[in-house]
């Protein structure tokens, strides 16, 4: 992929404005402190951690460096230093807002408190409007930041998409001691929706929670005994009992959709928009109508697949609206299948409440590999208030702003401890984390929330550094059960301590055991019945003073991927309970990523070369009478094959074709002989 591809938009990608609000002065300092707060910095601060002594890099609009909260640019000012790669020669300063928000959640120092106010930042101006910024700009942003000192690297921005010369980048960033976090991005709420740099395995990715204010509310919709997946629109206000009603139809919320309905005292159920081409019915429209024939509550599912965030006081809206009932939005999908059920006199139940802890609908959602996880966590990201140009503040969403707290977290570990090393850093955050739960408490996805959401509390607090930070167990029907060892390094010095781990799914099949050796843990998951899917889980320890959850993907596929390994070259073969006709297999590096692909017929076998030490993902693309059907498996080569004259797996072609291809050359070789001899 192209160095020059465009890395659209700061603020429309990685920046929901949910909510914008400018003051100047301190009136606005405690929506900041409340999203600190709701980390746990409290307890860093007790224990005189703020940042002293690291420099955060900041790679976005640049940074106002004027406001009080961020004052100084150079020596002796907050913003130590940087770099203007849009225009050389001009400091970093920030004409956008973007960079100067995100610098003040890391480190503002003044009426605002960021995570880490004693930390210094660097500022690397990438782009001056934040509407597009070519990748180019970044990747030399990452390795400025690396050459000056940075031991932290906050990147809120990205595409939606792979950029290798990005993921390459955060890559050596890493490998030379400097943490990257980075954003998710605000595709959501919909599977696969993190790109670059988000997908990168290195990098820790930020998704969005919800902050911890009155305005955090999120709502239950129950039709008998079924739960749906609802959201309160922006002006919804918190209930003070759930209401309980008929559900009756309403069309699409018009005067003439209601005409004749019985409306009073029900919960109505509606489509979004008109079934009249460019006919706007707005969100208002549509609670005031049903407001005024009694309805207590309306539910509005969307007009395409999936949910959507609605808002109910917007500026094209009637003037003067203020709502008066609850306003839930819904998916395209539970709506018309609830309609369906309407004529038998559906009665549905509701309730509005405060929830900080849920996952932002607008935050990107992995996975993005199935052979490990994005994003890594979540923290505050809704409502956030920080500083932005003119000494001013401002209140805005987006993964954008959950990143920053993350990165600031990083730099008071780091205080403490040194010596931490980027995985190191990523370890403790990722598996120090509070679960995040949905409206029903149940526990969000991992492709949505990774391990859950930051809590700075138990990072500071926690002794030990589990490695690797997630488990991906590779079971299938020929081979059921997977060991997987996770390593205890105590940061205090002392011998591990005796850990007592569980294992907490939804998914009653699997089956886990574990034995400790000293600094070992090796976990055994086991699939107790022929059940394939895709499921997670959390392996969580308990040492004497603290405990640790580390997300886990349990993959259970029909076929299984047996692969023999000689001299550096692994020879495959498949076992699939079922009809298939051809299988891509692919071996990927995982830590350089580079893949290499070979093909299979029913009774055939395949063979690909491992050049280089370390562990190899491989994936298997069965094709199948109705579609394609997937497996995988792990392989560490401790002794990679030597390189020969050509190898054409290393292009991508596989052995069928290498045969097509040696053949014709014979052919070619075979004619032109005797064309010689002939002459």
């Known amino acids: 992929m192209s160095s020059r591809i465009i890395v659209f938009s700061l603020v429309c990608i990685f920046c929901i404005v949910l909510l914008v609000s400018q003051s100047s002065g301190a009136e606005l300092a405690s929506g900041l402190q409340k999203s600190i707060e709701l980390v746990g910095v409290k307890a860093a601060r007790l224990e005189g951690l703020d940042g002293g002594g690291i420099k955060v890099g900041v790679i976005d609009t640049g940074i106002d460096f004027d406001h009080p909260d961020l004052r100084g640019y150079g020596s002796g000012g907050k913003v130590v230093g940087g770099y203007n790669f849009v225009s050389p020669g001009l400091p970093p300063l920030d004409t956008n807002g973007h960079g100067t928000e995100v610098a003040g ?7 605002f408190s960021g995570m880490a106010p004693k930390a210094g930042l660097l500022a690397y101006k990438v782009s001056n409007t934040g509407e597009s910024v070519s990748s180019n700009l970044i990747v030399s942003a990452i390795q400025r930041a690396v050459q000056d000192g940075a031991r932290v690297v906050n990147i809120s921005l990205g595409i939606n998409r792979t950029n290798d010369q990005i993921d390459g980048a955060i890559d050596g960033a890493v490998r030379k001691g400097t943490v990257v976090v980075v954003a998710a991005g605000n595709n959501g709420p919909r599977n696969d929706t993190i790109g670059s740099p988000g997908m990168d395995r290195n990098a820790i990715t930020v998704g969005a929670s919800y902050n911890n204010l009155t305005s955090s509310l999120t709502a239950t919709f129950q039709v008998g005994k079924t739960q749906y997946q609802v959201l309160p629109m922006v002006g919804t206000r918190e209930l003070d009992m759930p209401i309980s009603a008929k559900l009756v ?43 005024r024939l009694g309805a207590r509550a309306l539910v509005v599912f969307n007009n395409e697949t999936g949910i959507f965030v609605g808002e109910l006081v917007e500026p094209n809206s009637t003037s003067g609206f203020a709502p008066t009932i609850p306003v839930l939005s819904m998916s395209g999908e539970d709506g018309k299948s609830l309609n369906d059920s309407l004529g038998r006199g559906a009665v549905a139940r509701m309730d509005v409440f405060f929830h900080p802890d849920f996952v932002a609908p607008f935050s990107s959602e992995g996975p993005v590999s199935p052979f490990y996880i ?28 959950a990143a920053p707290h993350v990165a600031g ?18 370890s403790i955050l990722v598996t120090t984390t509070d679960p995040v739960t949905d409206a029903y408490g149940k526990i969000f996805p991992i492709s949505a929330i990774g391990s859950g959401r930051l809590n700075v509390t138990r990072a500071i607090d926690a002794d030990l550094v589990p490695t690797p930070h997630e488990l991906v167990f590779t079971l299938s029907y020929g081979q059921p059960s997977e060991e997987r060892t996770v390593h205890l390094r105590p940061l205090s010095g002392q011998p591990v301590p005796n850990i007592r781990a569980t294992f907490v799914s ?28 895709d ?41 699939y309970p079922g009809k298939w006709t051809y299988a891509k297999i692919s071996l990927i590096n995982a830590g350089t990523g580079n893949k290499k692909s ?39 080569v401790s002794e990679p094959a030597k390189r020969g004259i050509l190898d054409f797996s290393e292009l991508g072609i596989p052995p069928t074709e290498v045969a097509i291809i040696a053949g014709i050359i014979s052919v070619i070789g075979a004619v032109g002989l005797f064309v010689r001899r002939r002459n």
């Not at 990083?410 to 995985?423: D, E, N, T, V």
């Not at 998914?507 to 086991?526: C, H, K, M, R």
């Open 105 to 111: 959640i890391i480190a503002a120092d003044g009426n």
């Open 249 to 291: 139809w309403g069309g699409y919320g018009r005067d003439q959709d209601l005409k004749g309905v019985n409306v009073r005292g029900s919960i109505l159920l509606e489509e979004r928009g008109s079934d009249v081409p460019g006919q706007k019915v707005y969100f208002a429209e549509k609670e005031q109508n049903a407001a």
């Open 374 to 401: 994005k994003p890594d966590l979540v923290a505050p990201g809704v409502f956030v208030n920080s500083t932005t140009l003119g000494g001013k503040y401002n209140v805005t969403s987006g993964t954008s702003f």
């Open 409 to 426: 977290a990083a730099a008071l570990l780091l205080q403490k401890y040194p010596g931490l090393s980027p995985p190191d850093v990523a």
């Open 506 to 533: 939804a998914e009653p099949s699997l089956a886990f055991s574990y034995s400790q050796s000293n600094g070992t843990l090796d976990v055994t998951i086991t699939a107790t019945g022929k059940k394939a899917g």
């Open 535 to 575: 499921y997670d889980g959390f392996l969580v320890l308990h040492d004497p003073s603290t405990t640790y959850r580390i997300p886990v993907i349990v993959h259970e596929t029909r076929g299984t991927i047996l692969a023999d390994q000689r001299n550096g070259t692994l020879y495959f073969s498949l076992d």
């Open 598 to 636: 070979t093909s299979l017929l029913p009774g055939d076998s395949g063979s690909l070369a491992a050049y280089e030490r370390g562990q190899y993902w491989i994936l298997a693309q069965i094709q199948v009478p109705n579609g394609t059907d997937n497996a995988y498996q792990t392989a560490v």
